[in-house]
């Protein structure tokens, strides 16, 4: 007899909701696109998917929860190895610390690039409404949005210079290209003066669009302009040393330990013991020979030879592996989505 | 080992590359991969510091003949270490190719963006590919910068516009994800792939059935493809990499050459064992 306890309405309740989620996809995947746009679920999918993306982030949290707990309670209780918990705790903090940091900076820098971008989307902006009827739209008149577009635009292209002549940091083929691109929005947007703004014709359309393509350059080239200026502040120096000095360089080294691993094993532990060992043996020196600069020294055929190999006996064998591996991750899925794999969350007992 | 890797690199010392069918079978499909103004191309750099070796060449050689096509590139991973790569591949190959011609410009905006790393896998990819408009679903690139702001990826429109999918990794399973979801009713592109030297027999599979339509096989495959490059733009150059290559070619040797001792060694001694045994 199975006692039925909270612990089994807990995983009934988990069991269910993993049924649900994958139901969804499941769905979506069989049903043809011409019900999945009835149902209406089409339209919403990218945001359903979206999410479980945002879902799926979470367990990132989870995980940070648990590391600093568990490494944590051995640091506290000082426990066997409880120095390496240290390091740990100490690179997590640090590296937490200063990528915050940089994301901080990096949202202002966006912000302050946003400010550039305002021109040629509200360019982009006035042109598409054009297109809209009045009847629906309830926006000012476009003589007023497009002196509005001006007033803007001069007044933060004016700030922006002063702010250029104090600025230092970044490099003087990006402060003239930067202002080069000031100057052509400058032009732009004088440009507008020209035409009367009663209604939208093609030529004043035009006017606009110039507007936007140099907006758009523009706020590129600040942009590029403000984060060279950043790369020498102390934030995101620490931030290249510690991700790209640090954690890419170990991160390369733990790899090119695997280089001496492979050494080592040619020597110790790559013996020919039986006819199958030999012919994979063979197989691997005709594939190493074929890929390499000094095979064709032996024979101008090692790549051909190579290649054979790989299309013919290799791919049937990968084909067969890959079925195989493909059938039982489809049970295993089939089983997680059932929650037949769960027995952790349960703890039913049985008498 | 250490001698095997330095002494070409120090020395600068290089050998012409093994010929590699699928690599030239690759150049042929992105030379003759039509793009129509509007059309882009999208490369998937799913690599770390990890396999930085084998997949940066890689990319690098992808990149270089899609700028020099002059093809609008939008660059984006699944992985999340590949944020170094994003940003300086596509810089590096710009400025080596102004180097190259220097009355010519390719700059960010125009001939690539970045939209960065986007979580969700399979997920991810596969609501990519059902959206209206690839440009309003990336939203903004990795600058902040909305993707419809950029003249050349403006107006995308949806995934049947994306003509080639490039996918560089050493990760198991992504290119898997790229194969499968990265597909819809009456579209399939042409995938072109960068591997490292352990996972070729797992590409070759598709390879030779026709989903895969190019395949660069480690470095190697990177070396061939700058050959072949070189061959149509003389003034390519792909010195460092054939030094590279080079370096990897010597470095397998070493390997074979201690299989081969390993091998010979306890052989030796058995036969010396026989010999001795049956004369002590």
């Known amino acids: ?351 | 080992m250490i001698l095997a890797v330095g002494i070409p690199v120090f020395l600068g010392y290089s050998r012409p590359p093994s010929r590699l069918v699928s690599a030239e079978r690759m150049y042929e499909v992105m030379a003759k991969t039509e793009f129509k103004p509007g059309e882009v191309a999208m490369v998937w750099l799913d690599f770390g510091p990890g396999t930085l070796a084998e997949n940066q060449p890689q990319a690098e050689v992808i990149l270089e003949h899609l700028f020099r096509r002059r093809v609008p590139v939008v660059l984006l991973s699944q992985y999340q270490q590949a944020e170094v790569a994003l940003q300086r591949v596509p810089r590096e190959v710009a400025k080596r190719l102004e180097r190259e011609l220097p009355d010519q410009r390719w700059s960010y905006g125009e001939a690539w963006i970045n939209a960065g790393f986007r979580p969700g896998g399979a997920i991810f990819i596969q609501a990519l590919v059902n959206a209206s408009d690839i440009s309003k679903f990336l939203g903004r690139d990795v600058t902040g910068m909305p993707i419809t702001q950029y003249p050349n990826f403006a107006a995308i429109g949806g995934v049947e516009r994306v003509k080639l999918v490039g996918e560089v990794t050493g990760l198991t399973g992504v290119f898997d994800t790229i194969i499968q979801f990265f597909q819809k009713g009456g579209y399939q592109p042409t995938v072109v792939h960068g591997c490292t030297s352990i996972t070729i027999p797992e590409a070759y599979i598709f390879l030779d059935s026709g989903q895969l339509k190019g395949l660069l096989e480690g470095i190697a495959g990177a070396a061939w493809y700058s050959e072949v490059l070189k061959q149509h733009y003389p003034k390519s150059d792909n010195t460092k990499l054939l030094v590279v290559n080079t370096a990897l070619s010597a470095a397998h040797l070493v390997i074979i050459l201690l299989i081969v001792i390993g091998n010979l060694v306890p052989l030796y001694q058995l036969l010396r064992q026989r010999l001795w045994g049956s004369h002590g």
């Open chain 1, 1 to 351: 007899m199975v006692t039925i306890n909270s612990s089994d309405q807990r995983a009934r309740l988990i069991g269910i909701f993993t049924f649900l989620g994958g139901i969804y996809f499941f769905l979506y995947f069989v049903l043809p696109e011409s019900a999945i746009s009835f149902i209406g679920v089409k339209d919403r999918h990218e945001a359903i998917s979206n999410g479980f993306i945002v879902i799926g982030a979470m367990a990132i949290g989870l995980g940070l929860f648990n590391l600093v707990s568990a490494h944590g309670t051995r640091i506290v209780f000082k426990k066997i190895g409880w120095v390496y918990s240290l390091a740990l705790i100490t690179g997590l903090v640090c590296m937490l610390g200063v990528t915050s940091a940089q994301w901080l900076q990096s949202l202002a820098l966006s912000a302050e690039q946003q400010r550039s971008q305002i021109i040629s989307e509200f360019a982009q902006r006035i042109i598409d409404d054009a297109d809209k009827t009045t009847a629906t739209l309830t926006v000012p008149a476009l003589q007023v949005r497009v002196d509005a577009l001006k007033l803007y635009g001069f007044e933060h292209l004016s700030v922006l210079e002063t702010k250029l002549l104090g600025q230092r940091g970044a490099s003087s083929l990006l402060q003239h290209e930067l202002q080069k691109n000031i100057a052509t929005v400058r032009e732009k947007l004088a440009q507008l003066d020209a035409v009367s703004w009663g209604e939208l014709s093609p030529g004043s359309a035009t006017l606009l669009k110039e507007v936007v393509t140099s907006g758009a350059k523009f706020s590129v080239a600040r942009g590029a302009y403000l984060r060279e200026a950043a790369a020498t502040t102390t934030v995101q120096q620490l931030y290249t040393l510690l991700y790209e000095g640090f954690f890419n360089q170990l991160g390369s080294a733990m790899f090119a330990l695997l280089g001496v691993y492979i050494a080592a094993a040619a020597y110790r532990a790559f013996r020919i013991r039986s006819v199958e060992s030999a012919l994979m043996m063979a197989a691997a020196l005709i594939v190493m020979l074929g890929q390499i600069s000094f095979g064709r020294m032996i024979s101008d055929d090692m790549p051909a030879l190579r290649q054979w190999l790989l299309e013919v006996p290799n791919s049937a064998a990968f084909r067969a592996i890959r079925l195989g591996a493909g059938v039982a991750g489809l049970m295993l899925a089939i089983r997680m989505w059932l929650s037949i794999e769960s027995r952790s969350f349960s703890a039913g007992k049985k008498r």
